[in-house]
């Protein structure tokens, strides 16, 4: 989508937005009722005689960047569908939410349909107006909204892609062509140099696949020599089937979505490089396919990670937090970070406490905490702090290894984390489970259904803040 800011509005063609917090709506001629158009954030008034389409901010007490982004990505979902591929939005009296409205509305425009036979139009082109003194402004906050909405959008694709087309080998070979693109250095570790590297937890996950596991580097050196970086650790599983440990088959499909850790890695690393930040941050994507084949790697079995520390398998299904394992410790070890935040579809579990609209937090950190909590929320994104503790971490003690990878159902998502926090080490770190804030499955918030890019933005904060 080409993006456009400019004081005179084009009077060929184009479908013009307005975005109308609730009590402007009483404005419009004629006024309309309730039931055709509440103005609440996303409700949308489509005049199409008129080329004109309003959509609702909500109330305008609670106006903030997340319903602005929200609403205009509603109002490209419905442009879109429509087929009215160029757009103006007008934006002179929102000047300051220029960055969310050109973002949600690029987000919005994006929907996965690389197999569908009758594709949609994609919008060609938003015009975005604002009043002249404005421009110079705006078309900085626009050009920001762009790059997070397309890092955002291509991590989304590959997150929705499936696990035929996206398997642990593709998945390095999009990271190294976006590490052409953007100016990353990438190193993509194969089968080979995780055995040589000793990636017990890695290996063994990937072990049943007659597809191989991979560790990849995306690294953006945009601070000091001796700067220790940021570490972002994605957990990139391309198909879950539980392993030996089979999931029931009721959306096991849903399941390619186990990816959505690393891909929400991979996309704010793009962003990373395209704004250009003052910061060393590396991005690690932990990626192997979870499958039963004859060599998969069994409950019972006591596996060695690549820190040292053995870990009894009692369920193959809890497989995530052993590719994480070894690569927080190569986090660590090898890049020297000065901080890590991992982020992973890690537990059911997550989701049953938070559902699917919040994120859970751990960290081991209080401050470190602190910053990322302010990081979400300013990028909004919903997070919730959860707990780690003695008791979690009692859980997961093994009687024939240090540790065990699953101590059941109860906490399910707190006893996950406390595993990751053993690999953690005295290194500050945060963990985001985003079991069920990694997609949707139905058009809502303004995105298509499918991978919605959670956590994107909150890494992108995060690099540019201090934390
Ligand atoms: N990828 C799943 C978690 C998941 C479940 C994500 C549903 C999204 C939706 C993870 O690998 C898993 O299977 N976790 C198990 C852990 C258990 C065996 C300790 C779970 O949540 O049941
Ligand atoms: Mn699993
Ligand atoms: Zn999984």
Wanted: glycine share 12%; hydrophobic share 40%.
């Amino acid at each position: 989508m080409k993006v456009r800011v400019t004081s005179d509005v084009p009077s060929d063609g184009h479908f013009t937005v307005r975005l109308v917090v609730k009590d402007q709506r009483a404005k419009l001629t004629p006024p309309p009722s309730d039931g055709e158009f509440s103005g609440s954030v996303g409700s949308v008034l489509n005049d199409r005689s008129k080329r004109i389409m309003y959509v609702g901010l909500g109330d305008r007490a609670q106006l903030n960047s997340t319903a602005v982004r929200s609403a205009a990505g509603s109002a490209a979902l419905v442009l879109r569908q429509y087929g009215h591929n160029k757009v103006v939005m007008v934006l002179e009296e929102r000047t300051e939410f220029v960055e969310a409205a050109v973002e949600g509305f690029v987000l919005g425009g994006y929907r996965y349909e690389d197999f569908v036979p009758k594709k949609t139009a994609e919008i060609s082109e938003l015009v975005v107006s604002v009043r002249k003194e404005d421009v110079t402004g705006a078309r900085k906050a626009a050009e920001r909204g762009v790059v997070l909405a397309e890092s955002i959008n291509a991590a989304r694709h590959l997150g929705n892609a499936p696990g035929n087309i996206i398997y642990p080998e593709t998945l390095a070979k999009h990271a190294l062509a976006l590490a052409r693109r953007a100016k990353l250095q990438c190193k993509v570790m194969d089968e080979k140099g995780l055995r040589a590297g000793k990636f017990g937890g890695i290996l063994s996950v990937g072990s049943g696949s007659a597809r191989s596991p991979r560790l990849i580097a995306l690294e953006h050196l945009g601070g000091g020599k001796n700067e220790a970086p940021l570490v972002f650790i994605g957990k990139a599983i391309t198909f879950d089937s539980g392993g030996i440990s089979l999931k029931p088959p009721e959306k096991m499909e849903e399941m390619i979505f186990d990816k959505c850790g690393g891909i929400a890695v991979l996309g704010a690393m793009e962003s990373i490089a395209r704004l250009k930040i003052k910061r060393n941050v590396v991005g690690l994507i932990a990626s192997a396919e979870n499958m039963p084949g004859g060599g998969a790697f069994r409950p019972g079995d006591i596996i060695q990670t690549r820190s040292g520390v053995t870990v009894e398998i009692v369920n193959t299904d809890a497989e995530g937090r052993l590719v994480l394992a070894d690569a927080l410790s190569w986090a660590r070890e090898h890049y020297k970070a000065s901080a890590m935040v991992d982020l992973a579809t890690l537990t059911g579990a997550c989701g049953v406490a938070l559902g699917e609209s919040c994120a859970g937090l751990w960290s081991n950190h209080g401050e470190f905490l602190k910053t990322v909590q302010s990081c979400a929320t300013n990028a909004g994104e919903k997070t919730w702090h959860m707990p780690l503790g003695q008791e979690y971490s009692t859980q997961i003690k093994s009687s024939v290894a240090q540790i065990k990878n699953s101590a059941g159902r109860l906490g399910g998502a707190c006893s996950a984390a406390a595993f990751l926090e053993v690999f953690a080490g005295e290194t500050k770190w945060a963990h985001l489970d985003i079991a069920y804030t990694a997609r949707q499955t139905a058009d809502k918030d303004g995105l298509a259904r499918g991978a919605t890019g959670f956590g994107v933005r909150t890494l992108v904060a995060l690099a540019e803040s201090r934390g």
